[in-house]
Structure formats: structure tokens, C-alpha cells
T-cell receptor, first 115, second 116 residues
Framework: AQTVTQSQPEMSVQEAETVTLSCTYDTSESDYYLFWYKQPPSRQMILVIRQEAYKQQNATENRFSVNFQKAAKSFSLKISDSQLGDAAMYFCAYRSANTGNQFYFGTGTSLTVIP | GAVVSQHPSWVICKSGTSVKIECRSLDFQATTMFWYRQFPKQSLMLMAT?????????EQGVEKDKFLINHASLTLSTLTVTSAHPEDSSFYIC????????????FGPGTRLTVL
């Protein structure tokens, strides 16, 4: 099974500053999807950003962007101009494009935003 | 965006009783639904995958006779925790996937189960 690793259990960032959350994954496949999900205290999972492995261009959604390094199997999330509402657990997830529907989630990073 | 609801959001039951949790896709047809379990400050652990009209596929270590999953329609899946015990207390999250281009899953708000 694929594994997704988030090596930072906790991170903090000053409001309006930039923070980068790390994610690495292990796979032998060449075609897959990567996601970052946010889980605020309400526990509702919210999709932040997604990346198709076949695309070389890094995905961007407003203040959120990724640094996708396919050869290194790295998929980090950058949050710019951090806001108090960004405080949450962030999960990195992997899904194969070919085998099944299953998502593999990382262990999560708890992000604190300091006013 | 696509909306997935769960009911109830919170349930307390006595040990030995059964509890049913519903997961509904409100504005799309969910060809596949997933059930996850999440312990405090931990990641989501996939319990089972269900396709409409088919038997659910359970992950290794998940007791299929204890966690009954039914996906009878394209908008509804249910998880029944049978003969619940305190160790079954957890946060249960469903997600649904339709015929979308990006293969993402849409998550329900979760159900907190407490077994006394």
C-alpha cells in the first residue's frame, strides 16, 4: 500500500506570514492524484488544493500553492498571508489514478496561527 | 460544491445496542461511498468502501459483522455499529465520490459516537 508521511505534527505561523507544510509519499505508480485537506475544529474535511501527477505545473488556489516534486515524491503546501481561519489540521492525501478509489492520508499537521 | 450530510451528528448509546449512521449525497449521485474512523488527533482510517448496489469492501482488521454497511441507492449509505462497546467510541466520517473529473471525495461532517 502507498504511504503518505507528514513529518511535522505541529506547526505555527504568525498572522500574515507564510508557512510551508511538508508531505512525502511512497508509490511505484506514475499516474496519481495528490490532495491537501483542511480539518478545522468543526471536524469537517475541506479540500484545499489538488494536483494531478501528470501535470508539471504546480497547483495554486488563491493563498494556497503546492510545490510538487514528482521525482522526489514530495508535495508541500505553502500558505501565504496566513489568516486566523487557517488554523486547523492539514492532511495530505494520495489517490491512485488506476487502482481503486482509496485515499491514503498522512498523519496530519496541526497548524496554529498566532495573532 | 457537492454536499454530503451525515445523521446523526452526535449519538450516545448503551453498550450492547446498535447504532445506525446515515450518509447522504445531497446534490449528486455517489457511485462510491467511503467510511472512515478517526480517533482524537489522529488521521482518518478507512474502514470500508461501498459501491451502489454492491457489497462493501472492508479494510483489513475491520469486522464486517460488527460494522454493517449498506449502499442501497446512489444517494444513501448507512453504517450500523452492532452490539456497540466503549472501544467503538470514535468519530465516524463518510465521504462520497461521483463521476467527477478530479476524482476527489466530498466529506460529510462526521458523527461522534459515544458508547457508555
Amino acid at each position: 500500500a502507498q504511504t503518505v508521511t507528514q513529518s511535522q505534527p505541529e506547526m505555527s505561523v504568525q498572522e500574515a506570514e507564510t508557512v510551508t507544510l511538508s508531505c512525502t509519499y511512497d508509490t511505484s505508480e506514475s499516474d496519481y492524484y495528490l490532495f491537501w485537506y483542511k480539518q478545522p475544529p468543526s471536524r469537517q474535511m475541506i479540500l484545499v488544493i489538488r494536483q494531478e501527477a501528470y501535470k508539471q505545473q504546480n497547483a495554486t488556489e488563491n493563498r494556497f500553492s503546492v510545490n510538487f516534486q514528482k521525482a522526489a515524491k514530495s508535495f508541500s503546501l505553502k500558505i501565504s498571508d496566513s489568516q486566523l481561519g487557517d488554523a486547523a489540521m492539514y492532511f495530505c492525501a494520495y489517490r491512485s489514478a488506476n487502482t481503486g478509489n482509496q485515499f491514503y492520508f498522512g498523519t496530519g499537521t496541526s497548524l496554529t496561527v498566532i495573532p | 460544491g457537492a454536499v454530503v450530510s451525515q445523521h446523526p451528528s452526535w449519538v450516545i448509546c448503551k453498550s450492547g445496542t446498535s447504532v445506525k449512521i446515515e450518509c447522504r449525497s445531497l446534490d449528486f449521485q455517489a457511485t462510491t461511498m467511503f467510511w472512515y474512523r478517526q480517533f482524537p488527533k489522529q488521521s482518518l482510517m478507512l474502514m470500508a468502501t461501498s459501491n451502489e448496489g454492491s457489497k462493501a469492501t472492508y479494510e483489513q482488521g475491520v469486522e464486517k459483522d460488527k460494522f454493517l454497511i449498506n449502499h442501497a441507492s446512489l444517494t444513501l449509505s448507512t453504517l450500523t455499529v452492532t452490539s456497540a462497546h466503549p472501544e467503538d467510541s470514535s468519530f465516524y466520517i463518510c465521504s462520497a465520490r461521483g463521476r467527477f473529473a478530479y476524482n476527489e471525495q466530498f466529506f460529510g461532517p462526521g458523527t461522534r459516537l459515544t458508547v457508555l
